[in-house]
């Protein structure tokens, strides 16, 4: 008997009915062995020596493995064909020579980029060895992602309170979208006109023209820029005739764009789809490793991990003969197109992402998967069959016209494109992340020396605009373009920099968090060499040569290590004072927007001779004054006027007026923690503090008047008695939004504006089904019966619980990604889910004893208890870095 062991267990219930009797196959599910994410495990001193740690459930998986391996004639490793599959099968393999489970038996690595029948059986004619280099270059990044995270993390945590991390290719990311917002603040827009023509041929057929040149003189986009320009060039035209002075039609030819590659896909993914790329992933994953179709388990697309653009010879035939059958000669193209990477090094797996069988259209799978799957397939499917259809061909038209009056003679151009063939795009258009201005539209037939009557003259205002935030797709791309990245890491990156809340998501745009804008600000400053984009791009290229074989690996981490280490002992030695200083003036145009009255932007609005600076308090960072304690002036950072005035109130506040009651002034104010209303004045010292109400969040603060301010200073408001209880039913405003409570049950309110218009009715219900959801807590609402486990047995299912859908195996519970409906959750995601979450779940706990028992013994190894467990809990920002 053989054994095969792949990562997933959908990837080894497909391989095993490929292979049938003789072999059992057996999967990893994913990593077996991690670095300890703890100090000291990569030794520089000791030649980059390193700790490995199996976690408790690889453990259970590989004592599995072992006693097959025990029991079998030959050991074949069956991982991805990418570096981090080779890395898994390398991992194993030392596992079991540890065991001493091997002796004699023969080990054998095969690697195939499609999990189907033939693939998987012509793999096993062609065996290896496990790829050395391939290996160096998983070893080479992940030392250099923890050497990092655990050197430099510290170092932010101690200058910067409230950061989480910083990464090698995390912190360049970030920086590219914190350029990106400082570009667009340092932005000034900048008004111009366009001046077009209404214009008719002899033939009374319409058509468009805009002004290009004014007496001799070509203007462009920004050349006209006011009214008065406007107004003079609108009266030129509307006193001047109008003649063709020339007609220009060219034929242009647009090709397909090449297959997917793993950036391709998660950008057009994201454009025409939806998805970020975590989901993208998580979705071709599954369509790789094998879907039931019709009785039949097979991958319906190629490995999803490439950065090469090329097909294999029987997937092009195939293609071209779903072109012929499907559209016909005229769409397919003499010869099959070629295309080669535009990346310097294709590494990895070598073959673009396509489907297995282009004969298996969209139509014909969509039965037997689910909705985001279906259109994952389709998008793969028609950009696969596109890239092998022929060109379309376009016909561009430019008419020249001249305009004559007693003011002055002026020039107009008018453009337009017609397909004339559409080729490719009968089926697939490639999306934008930004839409450009591109005249399009058929333009009547005219000849040169005709003349053309006027309709109208308009005259449009413009201004320029900033460039766009970056989406995921955007900023992905513009990675790929500098070279910083891999396919293995974009998706990462992308939900590293989300869940270290250095940015937030609006409109599917990226937007910098003030956290992540200073800590951006402090690297620039302190790491400058390190957040430079060429300087990762070529740190990349390296990584790349190892993996090629053409690069030592330890050479490529000495040379790294000798110049971090020294920059890090510099930056150590920098005063807290030092980095404010830096932050400040690195983020004045943020921090210091300035005044509409033109004067200081760092003047204190609440004494005289303060200045703004930034402070780093314990909770992160905010706006105080230089003169603490004597003033106590302080403010949120970003408070630019974007948060609907709550800037421009002083620190002694706005008076709203009285409240009716007690005679009190009510104020509008704002502190570090944002704008509030208060009632009465400032205690005296020790004496009893006002009554104080949040504004709440998007509630616009120049719209706060006085009976706004009563109405949350009213807060919790009654609503009724509880008519089984006799107790009171409360509204109120909480950190976690609005709610209504009743004897220690709090159910949410769907708006703040429901706080102040709840009624008993609806108050009672919300609590009841919040009581009752309570008491079914530990017995949640079973929403999807998946079966067994199959490795470990036991039920598996999907159930509803108190704060959203979860997988439930035993003891252990995971929580749904927020893109994962439960009904779509199949067998193989639930079994990663669980083993994700018993992986993190283990580790803490033997921590946590092994830190208590020295703690009653004494004092020194108490104290050294403490620094474990503050290695432990700084650990968890390093460990997920690139």
């Known amino acids: 008997m053989d054994v095969v062991i792949v990562e997933s267990p959908a990837k080894a219930k497909t391989i095993n009915k490929y292979l049938g009797a003789g072999y059992e196959v057996l999967a990893s599910y994913g990593h077996v062995r991690d670095l300890p994410a703890k100090d000291g495990s990569v030794r520089p001193d000791q030649d980059f020596s390193m700790d490995w740690e199996v976690d408790a459930k690889s453990k259970k998986r590989l004592a599995d493995i072992a006693a097959a391996v025990k029991r079998a004639d030959r050991v074949i490793l069956a991982t991805d064909p990418d570096r981090e599959g080779e890395a898994i099968s390398w991992h194993v393999l030392q596992v079991l020579r540890d065991k001493k489970v091997l002796r004699d038996k023969k080990v054998e690595r095969v690697v195939f980029n499609a999990v189907t029948r033939e693939a998987v059986q012509e793999a096993m004619r062609q065996p290896r060895g496990i790829d050395e280099p391939l290996v160096d270059a998983y070893l080479a990044r992940r030392a250099l992602d923890y050497l990092v995270g655990f050197t430099l993390s510290p170092v932010l945590w101690r200058k910067l309170p409230g950061a989480r991390s910083a990464g090698r290719v995390q912190s360049v990311a970030l920086r590219l979208v914190c350029d990106r917002e400082a570009e667009i603040e340092r932005f000034r827009p900048q008004e111009y006109w366009s001046v ?68 391709t896909l998660q950008q057009e993914a994201q454009r025409k789809l939806g998805f970020d790329a975590s989901h993208t992933m998580r979705i071709a994953q599954r369509l790789y490793e094998g879907i039931d179709i019709g009785g039949e388990t097979a991958g319906l697309i190629t490995y999803m991990r490439t950065d090469g653009v090329d097909l294999a ?140 009557t006027r309709d109208s003259i308009e005259a449009t205002q413009h201004f320029t605009e900033p460039p ?90 000495e040379d790294f290590w000798r110049d971090f280490t020294a920059n890090v002992e510099q930056a150590s030695e920098i005063s807290r004072t030092q980095v404010i200083d830096a932050l400040n003036d690195l983020l004045a145009d943020h921090l210091f927007p300035a005044p509409a009255n033109g004067g200081d932007p760092r003047a204190c609005p609440s004494c005289e001779g303060g200045q703004l600076s930034l402070k780093l308090g314990r909770y992160g960072a905010f706006i105080g004054c230089s003169n603490y304690p004597e003033c106590r002036f302080t403010r949120q950072l970003g408070a630019n006027g974007e948060d609907g005035g709550a800037a421009a109130i002083s620190p002694d506040g706005v008076q709203l007026g009285e409240d009716p009651e007690t005679g009190l002034a009510v104020t509008l104010r704002t502190g570090r923690f944002g704008p509030y209303v208060q009632l009465g004045p400032d205690p005296e010292k020790g004496g009893e503090k006002p009554k104080r109400a949040g504004i709440p969040k998007g509630w616009a603060v120049d719209e706060v008047d006085l009976e706004v301010a009563l109405k949350l200073l009213s807060l919790p408001r009654e609503i009724s008695i509880h008519p089984e209880t006799g107790k009171p039913i409360t509204a109120g405003i909480g950190r976690y939004g609005p709610f209504v ?22 108050a009672v219900t919300l609590l009841a089904e919040k009581k009752n959801s309570r008491r079914g807590r530990n017995a949640a609402a079973v929403v999807k019966d998946l079966g067994e ?34 009904e779509d959750v199949t067998v193989e995601r639930a079994v990663e889910l669980i083993a994700e979450k018993a992986a993190k779940g283990a580790k803490p706990k033997a921590k946590k004893k092994a830190a208590k028992k020295p703690a009653k013994k004494a004092k020194k190894p108490a104290a050294r208890s403490r620094k474990s467990a503050g290695a432990k809990s700084g650990a968890d920002a390093p460990a997920e870095l690139d």
């Not at 006209?224 to 006193?239: D, P, S, T, V």
């Open 196 to 263: 077009v023509a209404n214009l008719r041929t002899p033939r009374n057929e319409a058509f468009t023209a805009r002004l290009v040149g004014l007496d001799g003189e070509k203007l462009d986009r920004l050349s006209i820029g006011n009214a008065a320009q406007a107004e003079a060039a609108k009266r030129l035209l509307e006193a001047a005739t109008f003649s063709v002075t020339s007609v220009e039609s060219k034929p242009q030819k647009r090709n397909p764009q090449p297959p997917f590659i793993t950036s």
């Open 313 to 452: 010879p029987e997937a092009l035939s195939e293609a071209r003969r779903v072109i012929e059958r499907d559209y016909g000669a005229r769409y397919l193209p003499d010869a099959p197109r070629r295309y080669r990477a535009k990346a310097r090094n294709a590494q990895e797996a070598h073959e673009a992402i396509r489907p297995t069988n282009a004969s298996r259209t969209p139509a014909d799978v969509a039965p037997f998967l689910d909705r985001d799957q279906a259109r994952l397939y389709e998008l793969i499917w028609k950009r696969t069959i596109a890239c092998q259809m022929a060109p379309a061909e376009l016909e561009r038209t430019t008419i020249d016209i001249a305009a004559k009056s007693a003011e002055g003679d002026a020039a107009l151009r008018a453009t337009g494109s017609v397909i004339r063939f559409d080729g490719f795009l009968t089926l697939y258009q490639e999306g934008r992340d930004d839409e450009e201005d591109e005249e399009s539209g058929r333009l009547p037939p005219v000849s040169s020396g005709e003349s053309a």
């Open 468 to 557: 766009p935030r970056y989406t995921e797709a955007s900023l992905i791309k513009r990675m790929e373009q500098l070279g910083i990245g891999r396919p293995s890491t974009y998706a990462q990156t992308m939900e590293t920099l989300k869940k270290r809340e250095y940015v937030q998501l609006e409109k599917k745009r990226l937007v910098p968090e003030d956290k992540g804008r200073i800590v951006t600000a402090f690297l620039e400053d302190f790491f400058r060499r390190y957040v430079e984009y060429d300087f990762t791009a070529d740190l990349e290229e390296k990584l790349d040569r190892i993996s090629a074989g053409e690069l030592s690996w330890k050479s490529v981490l």
């Open 741 to 762: 409570s009743h004897e220690g049950v709090y159910a949410n309110l769907d708006s703040v504006d429901e706080v102040f218009t709840v009624g008993a009715n609806r």
């Open 789 to 822: 486990h199959p490795a470990e047995g036991g039920a598996l299912t999907v159930r509803s619980g108190r704060y959203g859908p979860y997988v439930n195996h035993g003891k252990i519970n995971a929580t749904l990604p927020r893109d994962l409906k439960p």
